[in-house]
């Protein structure tokens, strides 16, 4: 039986076998907002050799940037949603088009039962290991997503993606990775700290910098490197934030309608980070000055749905915001958001500390 109680970094897999992961957790009724990752070789090739995935006898192809959402609205219109307040449509996927789903933290459960006989399982349990003598987080807390949720990992070159379920289990990870990470001779290093990181990465970002970038992500936490004692590679690992379920709110029939109201850059101090983590990353306010664009007014928060931006401010900390105004109406009330997303003038975008 599918189910269809799915959150953020979840996979649904369409009767056509593309691979689509659930993209946060406002929803419109019977169906999910989704990013497509990966498609079958019979439907789609990528000249990309870091896309090619196999799975047995199985060639997949995963999608980077916005490969994949063009791939499905010009070849599966099916897997698009009607967003009513936002007044079109958006790449996702229906219930009854649902062939099966897969859950981060399951698929983390079956690999712990298995026989770690391959050099990636073998990492991921010293890993584990670690991780849970220096935190009081528990499997129960973890779950994996990429390659390992979908089973065709790379013993030999992929990742090890891990999700954090918990506002407070990923605080208390963060706080335990930041000491591991200064201990000398730790497995476990931050991968920010060097500019090995951003070795041949192709950088677009018009106004943020690939040293602002590497600045941000280090002091995020999550993104490490680990060298297992029996190891003979590097292997990357994240700790991808989710939310557990009693934090989970839908705000999808509280919202009547989004419109885009002009582009701005501004300055401005961030009251409450508490939802920063997650995905859309959403930081509450207060403006400071307009440095661009249009005017506003009733301006609350920045939301981003784009992965470089999430995590990027603590409370009090003063941001500069570059990107889509747009007004939120609701049953009670009216505001004005800042919007980081999949569109025209992408790489113009920008949400970062002013330091």
Known sequence: MVDHRLRDRDAIITHEE??????????????FICD?????????NSKDPKALRSKGKRIYYKFYADEGLR????????????????????????????????????????????????????????L????????????????????????????MFSDLDFVVYGTDRLKRLATALRAVYKERDSPLQNEFAHRESIRDKNWKFM????????????????YGTYRPTRGSRTIKVEFEPVKRWNEIQNEYNRTRGISRKGWVKL????????????????????PVKILKGTSVDNLRRIV???????????????????????????????FQQVTLTYGPRYYEQTLKVVR
């Open 304 to 334: 981003s749905f784009v992965e470089e931006f999430r995590l990027q401010a603590e409370q009090d900390e003063l941001v500069v915001a570059e990107g889509n105004l747009e007004q939120v109406t609701t049953p009670s009330e009216s």
């Open 267 to 286: 300055r401005a101090r961030v009251v409450d980070a508490n939802e920063a983590m997650f995905m859309p990353a959403v930081y509450h306010i207060e």
């Open 36 to 44: 497509p990752e990966y498609a079958p070789s019979s439907l789609y």
């Open 207 to 222: 106004n943020y910098t690939l040293k602002e970038f590497v600045w941000q992500q280090k002091r995020k936490q999550i």
């Open 71 to 126: 791939f499905v609205r010009r070849n599966y219109p099916q897997h698009t949603v009607w967003h009513e307040p936002l007044g079109r449509k958006l790449v996702g996927v229906h219930e009854e088009n649902i062939k099966k789903t897969r859950q981060p933290g399951k698929a983390l459960q079956s690999l712990l039962r298995q026989e770690p006989e391959d050099p990636l399982l073998q990492a991921l349990h010293s």
């Open 128 to 155: 584990l290991d670690l991780v849970t003598e220096r935190t009081s987080l528990t499997y129960a807390d973890l779950g994996v997503f990429g390659s390992l949720l979908n089973r065709f990992y790379h013993p």
């Open 18 to 31: 593309i691979i689509f992961r659930v993209y946060g957790y406002s929803h419109p009724p019977r169906a």
